[in-house]
């Protein structure tokens, strides 16, 4: 196996040849804010929250999908990310309809949580508000778009994990929205198993237990990761 | 015709205005009390789920939340068409306590009690709880105790003190712990020894101020709360709905509250977002009715605890049968705190709240629902219609403050009339007593806890042609 040596922050960090930045940053302990990444499934590059920047490129690179290469110098911490990555995450406040108080997961929530980790203390953009609908017509599960950041860790996890690909995106720019099939209410799906794996996957509160109150909705986000490694490695091949 | 206004009204919960209309004579013609924040709670929960109302609803207020979620968790249990395990009605039971208990501590000793205190017409730069504190030390940290006490109810059951997400639609999601009800109970002692002090001062300010029994709001209307069914006794949580007359007199007895639009209607009038419900038989605005403590001492036959129950017949007897003055509202508001802790003891010594059996699960069986329960300042409605996916198509609030608005109106124009016969100078503690008037009712205009003790009044007399005569500001 062919390694790389890179210095990320100061630090001298070696990698597995084709593994991405953050790949590598997170095996040398340092910490690189995300989103749409989620372990066990394909990378989006959706969120732009992990942009570090490589000496000798012009341009700010997602962490998640830039391999690392021999020599490369990162920084994944300084001015200029903090500001973007706050700012990435206002936009995503004022697009959707967040209110945190009243949330399903309240104190279980990737965004809620970044917001606070990266000091976002206030929202520099006019909120949108968009009108945009709940479905429950689902038995067991609902979504709530309101509350939906497009990351499509669901749309993948449907598709690489389940293999059922009941997700999908509709629409463009601000109208852009999560889908089941082509766009039947979630309860008539006729490709959904009702696995529930997409809710586990969601980092927001917009894919939820039915009859789910104030943050009682907890998400064990690991386990799709896990799940995909015992499948690799065969864990459980009787 | 001349208008007088104070605006902000000070020491009540919420943003609220008052106009005196002076009339040719020279004296007060009409008084309005104007609500002039605006909510949207009504609109902007449709199309939610069902079962996210007692949070969100919750949010309509920081002094009395518990009031809203637990109508709104009750909403629920109706759409689900389950009736909740026996623990979790002793439970909210007990945190509905707690909550009348804080917000009528709050009342008096926060709101009102500077005015009782240290006189009407004392300096409005003393006049607060801040002056309380300096010249009734001990009385001023009773109160902020017991308010506390009634606080930790709330946050012992529900994990929160202000918000607690814990009533739900089919029950409550914790039960208490042995050593919550413990821990409660070694508490309530002290609470209702200073309950028994402010009920002592009150009872002894009302023998040496008669003078504002009289003038404070002291008119006919009806009165409505909801009673025990069995014997009509003092009632919070549960019940049916029963209406008096200023005489005693039972105008409506046994009405289920999923039946309210027979008895009650809604108008809303131009100048305030409050809305103004009346007993609809009577039309508007002759079927004026009262609600909150007084109402619930005056329909009741009795409350059903000992210490509560002797202070009722003293309560009558003061008030010579039926209490008609919202001032009498001040000792309603006492009596009701001893019937909390009264209440408390029962509930926190009931093995059955430690239940693990708490919460009903359902689905969608009915798409309209109704959920009534006494907030501490009266009769709250919710009322909501679902799609039969649970999905909220429409909402209606039925807010204790919004019944008493008629009465209120009816209070200031009184004390207005009585205090404020020249007005070419009008001293600034006359003006106080016509705030006193809304303060009597404990409006709570649902802005969380925005206190205004500091805030200026600022009152402007304007002729016929439109031109300030008189300016008064503080």
Known sequence: ?238 | MKRIIIDPVTRIEGHAKISLFVGDDGRIADARFHVVEFRGFERFCVGRPFGEMPSLTARVCGICPVSHLLCSAKTGDAILGVRPPAAAVKLRRAMNLGQILQSHALSFFHLSSPDLLLGFDSGPAKRNVFGVIQSHPDLARAGIRLRQFGQDVIERLGGRKIHPAWAVPGGVREAASEETCRELLDRLPEARATVQTALGFIKKYLDAHTEEVEVFGNHPSLYMALVRPADHGWEHHDGVLRITDHTGKVVADDIDPADYRTHIAEEVERDSYLKSPYYRPLGYPGGAYRVGPLARLNVCTTIGTPLADAELVEFRQRAGGVANSAFLYHLARAIEMLACTEWLERHLTDPEIRSPRHRAEAGVNNLEAVGCSEAPRGTLFHHYTVDEHGLLTSVNLIIATGQNNLPMNRTITQIAQHYIRDTSAIPEGFLNRVEHGIRCYDPCLSCSTHAHGQMPLHVQLIGADGGVIAEVKR
């Open chain 1, 1 to 238: 196996m062919a390694v790389v040596t890179l210095t990320i922050d100061d630090k001298p960090v070696s990698a597995r040849a084709g593994d991405s930045v953050l790949a590598a940053a997170r095996e040398a302990g340092i910490r690189i804010p995300t989103l749409c990444h989620l372990d066990g499934v394909s990378e989006a590059a959706a969120c732009r929250l992990c942009l570090v920047q490589v000496e000798g490129r012009g341009r700010l690179q997602a962490a998640c999908v830039t391999e690392t290469a021999e020599g490369m110098i990162v920084r994944t911490q300084t001015d200029t990310l903090r500001e973007y990555r706050r700012m990435i995450l206002e936009l995503l406040f004022t697009e959707g309809n967040h209110v945190c108080a009243v949330c399903v997961a309240n104190g279980n929530c990737e965004l809620q949580s970044l917001a606070a980790e990266l000091g976002m203390d206030h929202v520099r953009y006019p909120y949108l508000n968009p009108a945009r609908p709940v479905d429950v017509t689902h038995k067991q599960y609902a979504i709530d778009h309101n509350r939906c950041i497009l990351c499509t860790r669901c749309v993948r996890t449907c598709d690489e994990i389940e293999g059922a690909h009941t997700w999908d995106v509709a629409g463009r720019g601000t109208l852009s929205h999560i889908v089941a099939d082509m766009g039947q209410p979630w309860g008539e799906s006729v490709t959904c198993t009702s696995c529930g794996k997409c809710v586990q996957a969601c980092p927001t509160g917009a894919l939820f237990r039915q009859g789910s109150t104030v943050a009682e909705m907890t998400k064990d986000r690991e386990k799709l990761g896990d799940l995909v490694t015992a499948r690799r490695d065969k864990k459980w091949t009787v």
